[in-house]
């Protein structure tokens, strides 16, 4: 791991592309030992479904659009500027509840959640992930699914 500071401008988009839609990694575990940041572009309609993570904690800041998260018994019906910390172990799940891509910065720590993502982009780019290669996916990167990926229309 460099010691160097990291700097991204806005003509270099280093990450994957999920659902058509853009997820920039602006810092992974392979500048830092505590967080990984990455600004995601949400298709509209795209749900994670819900699910946990037993280890890593999540921030995530709405940039653009609308979307509703259940958080534990919580729905939060989030526009710009709504901010969420979700500790290890609350169930939570996210849907873009517009017409629009939505757009979040998120963080998970501790970092190496960008593997996940990259394996995830490589899965869906072969058409829908077989449900046993995605579930082994999740319990290496500390993801429990609770329930199924949804995407309305």
Same mark, same amino acid.
């Given at each position: 791991?460099?010691?160097?500071?990291v700097i991204r401008m806005p003509d270099e988009k280093k990450g994957v592309m999920l659902r058509g839609q853009p997820m920039v990694f602006l810092v992974t575990g392979e500048n830092t030992k505590h967080t990984s940041m990455f600004d995601w572009t949400i298709p509209a309609g795209f749900a994670t479904g819900r699910h946990v993570h037993r280890v890593? &904690? $999540?921030?995530?800041y709405l940039l653009?659009?609308?979307?509703?998260?259940?958080?534990?018994?919580?729905?939060? !019906?989030?526009t710009p500027?709504?901010?969420?910390?979700?500790p290890p172990g609350v169930p939570h799940d996210i849907t873009n509840v517009s017409e629009?891509?939505?757009?979040?910065?998120?963080?998970?720590?501790?970092?190496?959640?960008?593997?996940?993502? &990259? $394996?995830?982009?490589?899965?869906?780019?072969?058409?829908?992930p077989d449900p046993k290669a995605l579930a082994d996916l !999740?319990?290496?990167?500390?993801?429990?699914?609770?329930?199924?990926?949804?995407?309305?229309?």
């Open positions: 791991m460099s010691a160097n500071a890593q &904690e $999540e921030t995530f653009e659009g609308e979307c509703a998260w259940h958080v534990g018994d919580k729905t939060i !019906r989030a500027g709504t901010y969420l910390f979700i629009r891509p939505a757009r979040v910065l998120l963080t998970v720590s501790p970092p190496g959640h960008e593997h996940y993502f &990259e $394996e995830l982009a490589k899965l869906a780019a072969r058409g829908a !999740r319990n290496r990167y500390d993801t429990d699914q609770l329930s199924t990926l949804t995407t309305r229309g």
